[in-house]
């Protein structure tokens, strides 16, 4: 088959799609002729490398993915050749009690389909069973490979460790990305009362409300927190979805309302943060820290998806071959929702 594979970690030439054995599935595994490969900054993080975090290397990358099932290992009951069907990302024990209370991504050996084993960047990829979840024909491959790893995170955050509640007011930092955009739908989908977003471009802000967006700050040239005063009454918002870090956590922390929840996902800004304490709890707010999301999350966000209540924010889709140039775009931030790769010269 034909991959990209990560053999040191560096720049742009460090990826390279070439020929490699084809993967055999094992018992209980299923092996995807993919159609669709979404991208994402893991993606990045895992060719750039992460100081202190090991990676298996040599890998091929890729979290998400859809296509077709065409060959499955002994014992699968669940799956045959020809199921359409999307992957979740997340790879759990299945047997721990993390696992069998449902909160798989709390597993002690929990991992990401391309961070710590081979993903799907690739023409054909190996996973459990469980993984590979049946895709409606209403949803296209390039849709299944754009919503897992983004939307799941993103439901996970707002559905249950913010717990947003129907009427609140929340922000969403860094509109473009592909977390934000899911970000703004899901906290429609649930009831949010305003959404307010920030970016940098006219365009991003038009296609932010497009997605839900009420207000959408424009963080190069305008003062966020007198922005969210202003538009709050200075109340604040209840909720923060921060995945920057260093460039806005403390920002984030004072556009809050007392009582207030900043959650986070990610800083891609840099992970060393300096805040004041005293508005923590002056104002008795809550800093949470949210990673993926659980299997069923993953089920319960598909059948959003397939009912079009949900709808995978797709910037473009390029072959597989030019994934030096779909991670210079990500890095260069040039992007808007989920760039997929496909299969092809």
Request: glycine fraction near 12%.
């Amino acid at each position: 088959m034909r991959a990209v594979v990560i053999r040191e970690h560096g720049g742009l030439d460090r990826l390279f799609f070439e020929d490699v054995a084809d993967p055999v599935p094992g018992p209980g595994q299923v092996r995807v002729a993919l159609r669709a490969t979404g991208l994402n900054h893991l993606d990045v993080w895992v060719r750039r490398g992460v100081p202190g975090h090991p990676y298996p290397l040599p890998l091929v990358p890729g979290c998400d993915g859809a296509g077709v099932v065409d060959a499955v290992g002994p014992g699968v009951a669940s799956r045959k050749a020809g199921d359409r069907v999307c992957l979740a990302p997340g790879l759990s024990c299945g047997a721990c009690r993390a696992c069998a209370s449902g909160k798989d991504h709390l597993c002690r050996w929990y991992g990401i389909l391309g961070e710590t084993r081979d993903g799907t960047c690739a023409t054909h990829v190996v996973v459990p069973e469980r993984n590979a979840l049946a895709l409606p024909a209403s949803v296209s491959f390039e849709a299944g490979a754009a919503f897992p790893l983004v939307y799941l995170t993103a439901w996970h955050m707002l559905a249950e460790r913010a717990a947003l509640r129907p009427g609140e007011t929340i922000l969403v930092h860094a509109a473009g990305s592909g977390v934000s955009t899911a970000s703004i739908q899901v906290a429609r989908l649930l009831g949010a009362g305003r959404v307010l977003a920030t970016t940098s471009t006219p365009e991003k802000a038009a296609r932010a409300r497009e997605l839900g967006a009420d207000e959408v700050i424009d963080y190069a040239n305008d003062d966020v927190f007198a922005r969210v005063r202003d538009l709050t009454g200075k109340a604040g918002v209840d909720v923060v979805v921060d995945h920057v870090g260093a460039a806005t956590v403390a920002t984030s922390l004072r556009c809050l309302a007392k009582g207030g929840r900043l959650v986070s996902c990610g800083a891609t800004s840099g992970p060393e943060v300096r805040m004041f304490m005293n508005l923590v709890f002056f104002k008795s707010l809550s800093i949470l820290g949210s990673t993926m999301g659980s299997l069923g999350e993953v089920h319960e966000v598909l059948a959003h998806v397939a009912a079009g209540r949900l709808s995978p924010v797709i910037d473009s889709v390029l072959p597989m071959s030019q994934v030096a140039e779909a991670h210079r775009r990500l890095e260069a931030r040039e992007v808007f929702g989920k760039l997929v790769l496909v299969p092809g010269a």
